[in-house]
């Protein structure tokens, strides 16, 4: 009885503030609305013409994921080799001097920072900056995922056995070749996989991130919405589903291999 | 070295002389793969029309400067902050409430969707993680702007577009802990008779719950983070009063919803990073 009681407590202002009011949904406009809507997904458009320029999208869509991706890890690799402590000399015999410790607390800042805007918001900037298309999707995705990056690939490095990097930074090998023959030939294949694994996500979001006008499916499907289009909108769900399954799959596919 | 004599003398590693592999041989799978990789990259920058002149332009440049410094003068008017303070508030309600709807429904998907014994024959197993699936694949956003036709502007469609697409992540992910639990308890009920609703209330569903519990907590957190920007789309809380006041250019506000929008996250991210370090201790 106190549980219901108290649960209903808490829920109440939640309902109020979220306007929950499941009846609208059966009022006979939106109900009208909701139905001319879905009786138009039935069936889905199939032109050739317009299948076309849904694979043309499709392909804008990965591609905008691709290019990020490339831009992220260009941002991010240095970033984390300035920022991971497993490669500090100074903090071989003891405690990292005062500078080091400065640049890479630095580092992980900027990294929480890229990170903690979402890329929607970052696309709404860019579209604001380079206007609409597919550059500020490609820059949104970069800096969102560079900070993400970052951050996990650090995580990773760090957690790795340092005995090896340590020996050679010991007898005097530079911090890059450290890395190379030290941290990277032990983490590789996790770093492989995490990349894979966010190259899908940034697929995801590069199909939503359309809807802001940043290129891709999400826009197709965004000016299909807002023009009443079922027919259109029902064929570019049924390929934004394959594409996300595929991207799945593949991901899937690539981890198990490079594993 | 006495016993050592009697063993056959250890053959050097460097014995048999081989060359370094090939930079580039054709079974290797990794070259291809890189291969692959490079044609898919270049492939991408060439065929999206990326404007980076335009982007590295003075005048974008000039524009980025600008719209940099409206947003260092965040507008800080009492008024103003109310409206902030509510608006989050709704961002955390969409999220719990849509959680919560997602939890329920998705226990309530996750029972069909599992096979809970050998010889359960588990009809609709195929059938509803085909729907979780669905509801899975199409991301919050895309829900939103699909219900703001039935549901209208507001809360209450981001709500419900939370609520539908987790309930696909939960449901598959409650289904696999129902499969996972440990049978025996289960068994010993059925053996004896219980039927099946009441072996999953008592046995099941008392193993699991910790896990349950632990995937909608996490989920909470991944949502309340989506939450706030699916106003963008016209789905209430934070992200609608960012689409406003950008789309009026109104960069003092923009700055101010920004920064709470930041500290939202930072504060789930935080409020999480400790609760797991209270409850692993």
Not at chain 1, 88 to 112: E, K, N
Not at chain 1, 151 to 175: F, M, P, Q, W
Not at chain 2, 99 to 108: F, K
Request: hydrophobic share 55%; net charge positive.
């Amino acid at each position: 009885m106190f549980w219901i009681c108290a649960a209903l407590v808490l829920l109440a202002p939640a309902l109020v503030l979220t306007e929950f009011k499941p009846w609208m949904l059966f009022e006979p406009n939106a109900l009208k609305a909701t139905r001319h809507f879905l009786g138009d997904f039935f069936p889905p458009k199939i032109e050739g013409e317009f299948l076309l320029m849904v694979a043309r999208e499709c392909w804008r869509t990965v591609a905008i994921a691709t290019a990020g991706m490339t831009l992220a890890l260009l941002i991010a690799i240095p970033l984390t080799l300035i920022s991971t402590s497993a490669l500090s000399i100074s903090a071989l015999p003891g405690r990292m001097h005062a500078m080091p410790f400065v640049v890479r607390q630095a580092t992980r800042w900027l990294l929480i920072l890229l990170r903690s805007v979402p890329e929607l918001v970052w696309a709404l900037v860019f579209v604001r900056v380079v206007g609409l298309g597919p550059t500020a999707g490609v820059l949104a995705i970069a800096l969102t995922y560079s900070g993400m990056l970052g951050k996990v690939y650090g995580e990773i490095l760090e957690s790795d056995e340092s005995h090896a990097t340590n020996t050679l930074l010991r007898n005097g090998a530079g911090r890059l070749q450290a890395f190379c023959y030290g941290l990277l030939p032990q983490s590789a294949a996790e770093l492989t996989s995490y990349t894979v694994y966010r190259w899908e996500c940034a697929i995801r979001s590069s199909a939503v991130l359309g809807f802001v006008g940043a290129g891709g499916l999400g826009q197709q499907m965004d000016n299909s919405m807002k023009m009443f289009q079922g027919a259109e909108v029902a064929t570019m769900l049924i390929v934004f589903m394959l594409l996300v399954g595929l991207a799945d799959y593949a991901s899937a596919w690539l981890r198990r291999v490079l594993a | 070295m006495s016993g050592a004599s009697a063993k056959p003398p250890v053959t050097a590693a460097n014995e048999i002389y081989r060359l370094p592999p090939k930079i580039f041989d054709a079974r290797c799978a990794a070259c291809w793969f890189m291969l692959a990789l490079a044609a898919l990259t270049v492939a991408s920058f060439w065929t999206l029309d990326l404007q980076w002149a335009k982007f590295l332009s003075a005048d974008a440049a000039r524009r980025m400067g600008r719209f940099l410094g409206e947003l260092l003068s965040p507008a800080a008017n009492p008024a103003f902050l109310w409206k902030l303070t509510v608006a989050s508030v709704e961002t955390i309600a969409m999220s719990a409430l849509g959680t919560l709807l997602a939890a329920i429904a998705g226990l309530a998907l996750a029972l069909p969707a599992s096979r809970t014994h050998a010889a359960d024959p588990a009809r609709w197993r195929i059938p509803t993680r085909l729907i979780l699936n669905g509801l899975r694949s199409i991301p919050e956003l895309v829900w939103a702007a699909l219900l703001i036709i039935a549901a209208g502007l507001g809360p209450f469609a981001g709500t419900l577009a939370l609520a539908l697409h987790t309930t696909g992540v939960l449901g598959r992910l409650f289904a696999e802990a129902i499969e996972n639990a440990p049978p025996g308890p289960a068994f010993a009920l059925r053996v004896q008779g219980v039927p099946a609703g009441r072996v999953f209330l008592y046995s099941t569903l008392a193993q699991i719950l910790p896990q349950l519990l632990s995937y909608t907590l996490y989920r909470w957190e991944n949502n309340i983070r989506a939450a706030a920007i699916l106003g963008v789309v016209g789905g209430g809380g934070l992200g609608a009063m960012l689409a406003f006041h950008m789309g009026l250019f109104h960069m003092n506000e923009t700055s101010t919803v920004l920064m709470a929008m930041m500290l939202l996250v930072a504060l789930v991210d935080f409020t999480s990073y400790l609760s797991r370090r209270l409850l692993q201790r």
